[in-house]
C-alpha cells in the first residue's frame, strides 16, 4: 500500500500570506495526486487533481505541483475562508490513501 | 448540480451491523463510482472502498474485507454501504462521494461529497 506523508501538521499564517504544504508518497505515484479542504463539521471538497489541475470554481489562488514521489499545494494570498484543513490523496492505485492532514490556522 | 443526500446519524450497539444510504441525483447515476470514505473524531480520511453502480461490482480496502458490503441501486439512485460487527472503533462520519471521473477513467478519486453520517458504536 501506498502511504502519504504531509508536513506540516500544522500551520499558522496571517491574511494575505503564501502558505505551502508538502505531500510525499514512499513510491512514484506519476500525477496522481488530489488535493481536498476540509472545514470543521463538513465534508471534504476536491481542489485539485492530477497534481495541479483545479476544480471548477476554486480559486485561482490555490495551485498544485510536484512529480514522481513529491507534492505541494500552494495558497497564495490567504483569505479567511481558508482556514481549514487539507489532505493530500493519492489514486495511482487501490487502496487509495490520504495524508494526515495540515491545519491552516491563524 | 451534483449532489448526494445521506441517511442520518445511527446509534448502535457493539457487535450489531450499520447501513448507511447516499442518494444521487444530477448526473447520470451509472456512469461513475461511489466511493465510501471514513473519519474518526479527530481524525484523518480512511478509503473504505467503491461500487461499480453499472455492474455492481466492488473493490474493497482489505482492513474492512470481510466486514464491508457496498451495493447500488440503479433505480432508486441510492448507494449502500453495510458495515457488519461494529466496535467502538468504527465510531465515525461515514462520507459517499460520486467518484471524480467516470467508469471508463484511468483512475479513480473521490469528487463530490455527500454530507456524512454520523455513526455512534457503544456498549
Known amino acids: 500500500d501506498i502511504q502519504m506523508t504531509q508536513s506540516p501538521s500544522s500551520v499558522s499564517a496571517s491574511v494575505g500570506d503564501r502558505v505551502t504544504i508538502t505531500c510525499r508518497a514512499n513510491?512514484?505515484?506519476?500525477?496522481?495526486l488530489a488535493w481536498y479542504q476540509q472545514k470543521p463539521g463538513k465534508a471534504p471538497k476536491l481542489l485539485i487533481y492530477?497534481?495541479?489541475s483545479l476544480q471548477s470554481g476554486v480559486p485561482s489562488r490555490f495551485s498544485g505541483s510536484g512529480s514522481g514521489t513529491t507534492f505541494t499545494l500552494t495558497i497564495s494570498g490567504l483569505q479567511p475562508e481558508d482556514f481549514a484543513t487539507y489532505y493530500c490523496?493519492?489514486?495511482?492505485?487501490?487502496?487509495?490513501?490520504f495524508g494526515g492532514g495540515t491545519k491552516v490556522e491563524i | 448540480q451534483v449532489q448526494l443526500v445521506q441517511s442520518g446519524a445511527e446509534v448502535k450497539k457493539t457487535g450489531a451491523s450499520v447501513k448507511v444510504s447516499c442518494k444521487a441525483s444530477?448526473?447520470?447515476?451509472?456512469?461513475?463510482?461511489i466511493h465510501w470514505v471514513r473519519q474518526a473524531p479527530e481524525e484523518g480520511l480512511d478509503w473504505m472502498g467503491w461500487?461499480?453502480?453499472?455492474?455492481?461490482?466492488?473493490m474493497y480496502a482489505q482492513k474492512f474485507e470481510g466486514r464491508v458490503t457496498m451495493t447500488a441501486d440503479t433505480l432508486s439512485k441510492i448507494g449502500y454501504m453495510d458495515l457488519t460487527w461494529l466496535s467502538s472503533f468504527d465510531t465515525a462520519v461515514y462520507y459517499c462521494?460520486?467518484?471524480?471521473?467516470?467508469?471508463?477513467?484511468?483512475?479513480?478519486?473521490?469528487?463530490?461529497w455527500g454530507q456524512g453520517t454520523l455513526v455512534t458504536v457503544s456498549s
Open positions: 462521494a460520486r467518484s471524480f471521473y467516470p467508469l471508463t477513467g484511468t483512475t479513480s478519486l473521490p469528487g463530490y
Open positions: 490523496q493519492q489514486s495511482h492505485s487501490f487502496p487509495l490513501s
Open positions: 461500487v461499480n453502480p453499472k455492474s455492481g461490482a466492488t
Open positions: 513510491q512514484a505515484i506519476n500525477k496522481w
Open positions: 444530477g448526473y447520470t447515476f451509472d456512469d461513475y463510482f
Open positions: 492530477g497534481t495541479s
